[in-house]
Structures are given as C-alpha cells and as structure tokens.
C-alpha cells in the first residue's frame, strides 16, 4: 500500500442532493499528517442525525455527503507521531473529528464543545477539504479523535455506543447522576433511548419508560429490563406518576410537549433534551419554578467519557441492539428508521459490502 502521504481515491456511498437517496461516490482522502491514522471501516451505525443530515433537515447540508459517524475500523497505517495505535488495532470513531485544542471546553476535555469542532461528515476540515464519513471504505483521522475497542467486544456492537451510548453515558457522569438507586425516566425508544435504558440500568437505577402508547411495553420491560412503562397519554397514570423521577433522558427527535414531563420530575429534577429538534419547544415557566427543575441539554460526549463508557459496558457486559445490514440496503435502512421501524440501530456491513467505483 502507498505511504500515508499519498492521496487515497476510496469508495462512499453519498447523498447528491435533499431526497436524501445514497449511492456509490469516488472521492479522494485528505491529506494526511504525522498524527493521523487510516482506518479501513468494518461497519457503522446508522444515526436518526444521519437523516437530518442527508436530507438537509437543519438548513446545512452540503453535497456529495458520506454520512456516518459510529465507525469501527482497523488501523492500517499509522503516521510518525501516533503514539497510542498500532496497525492491526480496532478504534472507533464518533461525531467529531476535530477541535481548536486551545479553547475553554478544549482544555477541559469537553471538546465536544468547541465551537471550532469538526464533524465526521458534513464540515470542512482544516485543509479546506470536505469531511466524509463510515459509510466508505476507509477513513483518516487524527489519533486524538479515536478510541481503542475493548478487546472481546464485537465491533457491530461498539458501533452504536460511538454516538448512541455516549450521549446518554455524558449527561449521567456530568450531572452526578451515575449513583445507583436513582429514578430515571427514558423518553423516546430509539437508538439512544434504549441504551439509555441498559445504561442506567446498569447503574442500579430504576428506569421508567415513558411512551405515547402501549405498544412497546413488552420491548420495554422484557428485553430492555426497564422497571416501569409509563402511557404519557393516560393522564390517571400520569397523575400517579408526578414528583417521582431524578431525571428524564428526552430522546425525541421531534417536536413534543415538555409540561407533561417536568410533572413527572421531583424538587431539583433533570430533564436532559437529547434529540435534534428544529422547532421551538415551549413550557410555562411555573412548571420548572415550582420545583426547581432544570431543562438542559448535552450534546454526544468526549474522548475521555466515550472511554470510559466503553469500559463501563464492557465491565458490566452491555451489548445494544441491533440489525446488521449491507450497503445496499443502506437506503431501505433510512425509510425504515424514519418510520422508527428498527429494533434498535441499524449497523452497516461496511467490510462485507462490495463498492462498485462510481463518480
């Protein structure tokens, strides 16, 4: 194989335009440097973001688009400052993939919150080319921006805990919520919200499930092992419900009302939004004055805690659940979890997948 300094031509599968519809796409890999390490893509995750993206949802998308970004690969070539990986090594790589490294959240760590961050898929990197991501054939990334895989943990299984497990992992760390004994309440039943659930679960908390109706009760209780299935439309249940929860993990990634859940939510309880919503949410102000209740938002999670949630499902042997799909199912894939019609993340067979080179 060539040296790390030489332009790669690899094979995405990319949105043109807003339909939304992928297809095989040649494009050439950034330039690489000493930090950077090329990783060829076993699988990927696919993420209820990756809609919005691809179908310019929040206003700015940019075509061709590779999406992706719950990618687990092997490393191939290192360049001469990696430190921490080795060829042959299975790293994951999440939402972002750069970061200013000398700002406030940088400094602390917290460089999801950089306003200078780079996304995976969707952005520019800092060589004016456009970043691309998981659904190719293989990725450069900078080592900073990559974790090892725990060994003995199946990378289909990694994939979704890149975005999906660390979104839920990050609030609970950062709000002091990790303590067993809590009560916590999921909103929405998706990729995010049923790890959501395994996590805190994991964490000896007990979990409350909230839906709009009864149809996944049995998913909710018997699979997932949640300990209470809430009809947010049953305003007796409701009722009987109120003041008892430490925090609500909102997964929905649609508009939704917010009173009937901060009623939910005990004195100094948390409600953390955690989907993309691109409409106005609303609440009187009465509903979180009287309690002290807190609306809040997190936004995936850092380096630091993807390892250390990825350490934590290991130690406790959480795995999430998936459907294993090819490439070419890819856009049958994306109706389907439009259609939320997924138990509970699609993962992309990138490696078993065959790329036809197109432009």
């Known amino acids: 194989m060539a040296s790390l300094e ?29 930090e ?20 310019n949802d929040l206003g700015m998308s940019n075509y061709p688009m590779v999406p992706g970004h719950e990618v687990v690969g092997e490393v191939i070539e290192v360049g001469s400052a990696v430190t921490s990986y080795t060829v042959g090594d299975v790293v994951g790589v999440g939402v972002i993939v750069g970061s200013c490294r000398n700002c406030r959240p940088c ?34 990334v900078d080592q900073k921006f990559i974790v090892k895989i725990p060994e003995g943990m199946a990378p289909e299984q990694a994939a979704p805990l890149l975005c999906a497990g660390v979104t839920v992992y990050s609030p609970l760390s950062h709000f002091g919520l990790k303590q067993s004994g809590l009560r916590g309440g999921i909103l929405g039943l ?51 419900a109120a003041d008892s929860l430490d925090y609500i993990i909102d997964t929905v990634p649609a508009f939704h009302p917010l009173e009937p ?15 993309v919503i691109n409409t106005p949410l609303q609440f009187v102000t009465p509903m979180v004055m009287l309690g002290r209740k807190t609306i809040t938002g997190s936004f995936i999670g850092s380096m630091k805690e993807t390892r250390e ?12 659940t998936i459907e294993v799909v090819k490439m070419d199912y890819v856009n049958t894939a994306l109706e ?11 993962v992309v067979d990138v490696a078993g997948s065959k790329f036809e080179q197109q432009h």
């Not at 100094?268 to 955690?274: E, M, S």
């Not at 949630?309 to 999430?320: G, H, I, N």
């Not at 389907?336 to 699609?346: A, G, I, M, Q, S």
């Open 190 to 240: 998706g990729g995010v919200g049923h790890m959501g659930v395994k996590i805190a679960k994991a964490m000896g908390h007990h979990v409350t499930v909230i839906s709009s109706s009864d149809k996944k009760r049995a998913e909710a209780l018997d699979h997932l092992g949640a300990d209470r299935y809430l009809i947010s439309s049953d305003a007796t249940q409701m009722q009987e």
């Open 261 to 275: 859940y901060l009623s939910l939510l005990k004195l100094d309880g948390k409600l953390i939004l955690l989907g």
């Open 6 to 34: 030489n332009e790669k031509t690899v094979v995405g599968w990319a949105a043109r335009d807003p339909s939304g519809v992928l297809s095989p796409y040649t494009y050439t890999l950034r330039n690489t440097g000493p």
């Open 336 to 346: 389907r979890l439009e259609k939320n019609d997924v138990r509970y993340r699609f």
């Open 107 to 140: 400094n602390l760590d917290i460089e999801q919150y950089c306003n200078k961050k780079i996304w995976s898929y969707n952005d520019v990197y800092t060589d004016g080319r456009p970043t691309q991501g998981g659904f190719a054939e293989s990725m450069i």
């Open 36 to 55: 950077d390490v090329l990783i060829k893509v076993i699988c990927c995750g696919i993420c209820h973001t990756d809609l919005h993206q691809i179908k």
């Open 309 to 320: 949630m990825l350490d934590f499902c290991q130690e406790k042997k959480l795995t999430s």
